[in-house]
């Protein structure tokens, strides 16, 4: 069975999600100052490594773990909805298919505890 990196369209399809979930985080006023003193390039970098690791394509991750990288940010559960639900709008507008936009949620919705620090 193939991956859902590989479904979705691989490496491609990654860097298009990455570039438009990052447009619409920086454009929701609920967590956009989170990344006010970010290096965009490097942080939009990190987060293509991490999705392509996530979704079952090549791991060329070397970031934090997800508990040590969101530790010092005090996240609420109102921010991760914010950001899973940029996540999923993203995948919608690329039009991937529903079984693989839920099999995506569920990979985010595990790294819930860590992103919150519970």
Excluded: C, W
Aim: hydrophobic share 45%.
């Amino acid at each position: 069975m193939s991956s859902v990196f590989e479904r979705i369209g691989g490496a491609a399809a990654v860097d298009a999600a990455v570039d438009i979930f990052y447009r619409r985080v920086l454009g929701d006023d609920l967590i956009s100052h989170f990344f006010d003193s970010v290096d965009m390039d490097r942080q939009i970098g990190k987060q293509k490594a991490f999705l392509t690791m996530a979704f079952g394509g090549p791991n060329s991750y070397t970031g934090q773990d997800m508990r040590t990288a969101h530790k010092h940010m005090q996240l609420k559960e109102e921010h991760f909805n914010a950001v899973a639900g940029h996540l999923a709008g993203t995948l919608q507008e690329l039009n991937v298919a529903k079984e693989d936009i839920d099999a995506v949620m569920a990979i985010a919705a595990s790294t819930h505890d860590d992103v919150l620090n519970l």
